[in-house]
């Protein structure tokens, strides 16, 4: 981290795609790297580091499961 930083510092973040490629062993997945720079309010870095992870592929996103309450089984909200 090449600058401290302090309580109440406002912090913003800028990324910037370095690769993308499929994962071999998951034809579904793809492999992408960005490297991140995090600054201050007056523009200073504070923070910088490049990540790689997976991602699903166009096309290749599962199906949600969303189990969600029947709306009968909630209680009642007071106002």
């Known amino acids: 981290m090449p600058r ?3 309580e109440g510092d406002s912090n913003y973040s800028r990324s910037k795609v370095l690769a993308v490629r ?3 062993s998951r034809p ?3 492999l992408v790297t ?8 007056d523009g200073v ?6 990540r ?3 991602v699903y592929r166009r096309g290749n996103l599962p ?3 969303v189990n969600r309450p029947e709306e ?3 209680s009642a909200v007071q106002q």
């Open 4 to 6: 401290q930083e302090f």
């Open 22 to 24: 499929g994962s071999s």
């Open 28 to 30: 579904h997945l793809g």
């Open 34 to 41: 960005v490297a991140t720079d995090g600054f201050n309010q």
């Open 45 to 50: 870095v504070v923070i910088s580091y490049e």
């Open 52 to 54: 790689t992870f997976l």
């Open 63 to 65: 199906e949600a499961v």
């Open 72 to 74: 009968s089984s909630l």
